[in-house]
């Protein structure tokens, strides 16, 4: 039959596998950890570059495109950058029945394929600052249990990497960005996310500050990080002797950041919206905004019907709204509703014989069901505004769930408890590594340990004397702790 045989509540793994396939969002792919991309996925995708492309553009940020593979010596050369990472690097160590020379890396990140050619482009200030940004997969070849959409070990992103002569400039830069990916999860994937800071422990190795935006999954109690900016410092620049010659004709090296959302996004928005009838598709970023359905009746006259569905679409397209109707005659309504419903088409317009008797069109609700007749006089105006409602409703509903999730704990044992409660921990931290270890041995289960996600740039006020969880020394920052993706 159509439906779901898991539950989000019963088998949430297994209810969101069979969600993004019965949604014809992913169908699985023989090799395990890659997954195909159907044209319901990619939509998804386009419409989200349609918001941030132009946005980064207005930064004067241009697009380029770097070979997919990297050499090994270059691959190597950023150590402590890469050392953590070697055994995800996939290479291609033949061609044909021949071995090549040398193994060639395939690219997990770009630093290393980009970063020789910053040196040779930036010679003096005039070169700066350089802002480049790529639309490109990247391979990395993981282990752990592959999840369509949040770990796979080929995924599409759009990785920026910039150089500034001040670290002024790039710090702002960090923060524009994030602003960004703060606005594509709440304005687009209606989905609430923290802007924080990493831990020294969980940033880029390679880095001098990693910056986030984290979600929360309320199903499962785990933080995703949602995407990431870093602030790289002179790291690479001292690696890759990515230097200029400043206004006083000094020889000095660059502040450089690296920028990235990846598909893991749209994993994140399936998560949280889907219900036990499919997707639930956020208005703004699915390709069909609104569904129109003709229901036939035994002696109506069904092409009458059919003209006000087709008539309906147009008016709807001309507006701008992406509309589509489904008149194939093989498949009876209820079937349809089914169809679309699970594929998270945000709005259902259902047209009768007595709504064509009112002159007026019946409109369903994919988030909550809500049922609405709407005269036909008004339907432009009256859907457009049913859609801008659906998406600030499924972001205040997604909102709603994401804090009462939130707990905030002084004391070990509290925090403990609130772990076994899938809580998303807000706690009081000394700030010292060594308790952030500590935490993960101490924590360490089947469902995986507990980490550091991020430290919230919005602080609350901390009490003199206010004492780390965990050590019980001076606490110095308020941070998100929670087991993750
Ligand atoms: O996040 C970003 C934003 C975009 C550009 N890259 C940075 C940092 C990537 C960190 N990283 C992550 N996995 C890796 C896997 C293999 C080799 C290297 C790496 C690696 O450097």
């Known amino acids: 039959g159509l439906g779901l045989t898991n539950t989000k509540d019963g088998n949430f793994g297994e209810w969101y596998s069979e969600v993004v396939t019965n949604g014809e969002m992913i169908e699985y792919y023989e090799i395990s950890g890659c997954y195909i991309l159907r044209p319901w996925t990619m939509a998804i995708w386009e419409e989200m570059q349609n918001f941030f492309d132009p946005e980064i553009k207005k930064m004067k940020i241009k697009t380029c495109y770097f070979p997919l593979f990297v050499s090994n010596t270059v691959l190597q050369k950023e150590k402590d950058h890469i050392e953590g990472f070697a055994p995800e ?81 790039a710090d702002t830069e960090v923060l524009e960005i994030l602003e960004l990916y703060r606005r594509l999860y709440e304005e687009y994937l209606a989905v609430p996310v923290v802007k924080g800071k990493k831990s020294e422990m969980e940033k880029f190795a390679g880095g001098l500050y990693t910056t986030s935006v984290e979600a929360f999954i309320p199903n499962t109690g785990r933080g995703v990080q949602g995407a990431t900016s870093h602030c790289l410092g002179q790291n690479f620049a001292k690696m890759f002797d990515i230097n200029f010659e400043d206004e006083k004709g000094e020889r000095a090296m660059v502040w450089q950041n690296s920028w990235a959302y990846s598909t893991r996004t749209i994993g994140v928005m399936v998560m949280v919206h889907g219900d036990d009838k499919g997707l639930v598709l956020p208005p703004k970023v699915s390709a069909v905004q609104v569904i129109v359905v003709h229901v036939p009746y035994k002696d109506a006259d069904v092409k009458e019907i059919i003209n006000a569905c087709s008539a309906t679409v147009k008016t709807l397209c001309d507006l701008g709204i992406r509309a589509e109707a489904d008149l194939r005659e093989n498949y009876s309504p209820g079937w349809k509703y089914s169809h679309w419903e699970m594929k998270g088409v945000p709005l259902r317009i259902e047209i009768g014989p007595k709504d064509l008797a009112n002159n007026q069109v019946r409109a369903v609700r994919r988030d909550n069901g809500e049922k609405i007749d709407i005269p036909m006089a008004e339907l432009g105006d009256k859907v457009k505004s049913m859609l801008d409602t659906i998406q600030q409703s499924m972001f205040d509903v ?73 050590s019980g020394k001076p606490a110095k920052k308020w941070t998100y702790w929670g087991r993750s993706y």
Request: charged share 30%; hydrophobic share 35%.
């Open 398 to 470: 997604a909102k709603q769930k994401r804090d009462a999730c939130i707990q905030v704990t002084k004391t070990w044992d509290e925090f403990i408890e609130a772990l076994g409660q899938k809580k998303l921990i807000l706690a009081p931290w000394c700030d010292e590594e060594e308790v952030e270890k500590e935490v993960k041995t101490k924590t360490k289960g089947e469902t995986g340990a507990a980490k550091t996600l991020c430290s919230p740039f919005d602080q609350p006020e901390m009490p003199e004397g206010t004492l780390c969880f965990a």
């Open 89 to 169: 690097v996939a290479w291609v160590t033949r061609s044909g029945d021949s071995d090549l020379e040398v193994p060639i890396a395939i690219r997990p990140t770009s630093e290393t394929v980009m970063y020789p050619y910053f040196s040779k482009w930036i010679r003096g200030h005039r070169d700066l600052p350089l802002k480049l940004n790529q639309w490109c997969n990247v391979v990395r070849w993981e282990f752990s249990n592959p999840t369509p959409f949040i770990r796979s070990r080929e995924f599409l992103w759009q990785e920026g990497h910039t150089a500034h002569a001040t670290k002024e400039e």
